[in-house]
């Protein structure tokens, strides 16, 4: 049998061969003659040649995601929601993995000029001079989700971690606990500085002193669980009754709070009896884990979408002005806090 072509899909809607490519390139068209050639496009089974329409229209109809671990479920989560943008517009979308290095988000950014993608979406873990100067001089439009000086002059998406801290000591000083201590990743990091910060002020807002803080090897399960003995205090069964025990730990991310009630667990404290635990991301795994996590939601599905969005809206038009938006958080009360 033979493939269906171009032509046969003009002839089973009974339109023109360039209404068909119209119609396929997203470009203006009556409804009814959208209709006729999505319904053809449908019963014969046509896909476009995506070589043959990259050549035309001198496009790739690819666009690249740049993360810093494919494994963090909050980049799953941007992902997916990034991936029904550009798909609906026509795009394939190629992930890829930067890691914790600076150094590697530059040679991805700066490897963007072999014309293999047409756009550029990055969540970068750590930015530098050279990152921000790299993303400046980019040959293709570049959109970062996460923060970068305005002198990068892009398009950026970035939650609202001093915000998304504030709920969660709000919420905790609600429920009578006062010593709580912050689990934080590498403060040289873009979401380790923003979230440190964000803890110092909202502790402030209520007068209160954090009772300890930890900064673990990076943002994952493990290292969350190696960090815990430090930042608790607590090794043994005298320790436990010290009245400077936290009574509440804030996690950077979910991950490290899981990995933390692991490890209390493994030292005979309660949560939420003893230690009350508050993660942020509000990953799929705040539901999984038990007991169930309180975590703050910094709308990574709602960042990988206007994230997608503002690229695609700059490969239309790259003279626009740039945007930073801020997406606003939220707090997702679960069995983790009193």
């Known amino acids: 049998m033979s493939r269906p072509t171009i032509a046969g899909v003009a002839r089973a809607a009974g339109v023109s061969v360039a209404s068909v490519s119209r119609v396929l390139n997203g470009l203006p068209a009556t409804e009814e003659m959208v209709e006729r050639v999505q319904r053809a496009v449908q019963e014969l089974g046509y896909v476009p040649d995506a070589r043959a329409r990259s050549l035309k229209v001198g496009r790739t109809f690819q666009l690249t995601l740049a993360v810093a671990d494919v494994g963090n479920p909050v980049y799953v989560t941007m992902m997916r929601a990034v ?8 795009y394939r979308l190629v ?12 040679a991805l950014v700066r490897g ?8 550029l979406l990055i969540s970068p873990i750590r930015v530098d001079e050279d990152l921000v100067k790299s993303i400046r001089e980019c040959e293709v439009p570049v959109v970062v989700a996460g923060n970068v000086p305005a002198k990068a002059g892009v398009d950026t998406v970035r939650a609202n971690s001093p915000k998304g801290m504030l709920l969660a000591v709000d919420h ?6 006062t010593r709580i201590a912050f689990l934080n990743g590498p403060a040289d990091t873009v979401p380790g500085a923003a979230r440190s ?31 815990a003995p ?44 003893d230690v009350a635990v508050v993660g942020m991301d509000d990953s799929e795994l705040a539901e999984q884990c038990f007991p169930t996590l309180t975590s703050v939601n910094l709308g990574s599905a709602e960042r990988g979408r206007r994230a997608a969005e503002l690229l695609l809206a700059r490969i239309e038009d ?20 009193p």
């Open 83 to 90: 991936e029904e943008v550009v798909s609906a517009a026509g």
């Open 197 to 227: 910060k964000g803890f110092t002020e909202a502790l402030k807002a209520h007068d209160l002193e954090p009772t300890a803080a930890a900064e673990a090897t990076d943002f994952t399960f493990t290292a969350g669980r190696v960090a």
């Open 230 to 273: 430090g930042l608790l205090g607590v090794g043994d069964e005298k320790a436990r009754a010290d009245a400077h025990l936290p009574d509440a730990v804030i996690c950077a991310n979910d991950l490290l709070a899981v990995g933390l009630m692991h490890e209390l667990a493994a030292l005979g404290l309660r949560v939420p009896d």
């Open 95 to 106: 992930v890829t993995t930067t890691g914790p290095d600076v150094v590697d988000e530059v």
């Open 318 to 337: 790259n003279d626009r002005t740039p945007r930073r938006i801020v997406v606003q958080p939220s707090l997702s009360i679960r069995r983790s806090t």
């Open 112 to 119: 963007m000029a072999r014309g293999y993608a047409d756009g």
């Open 172 to 177: 905790l000083v609600a429920k009578g606990r």
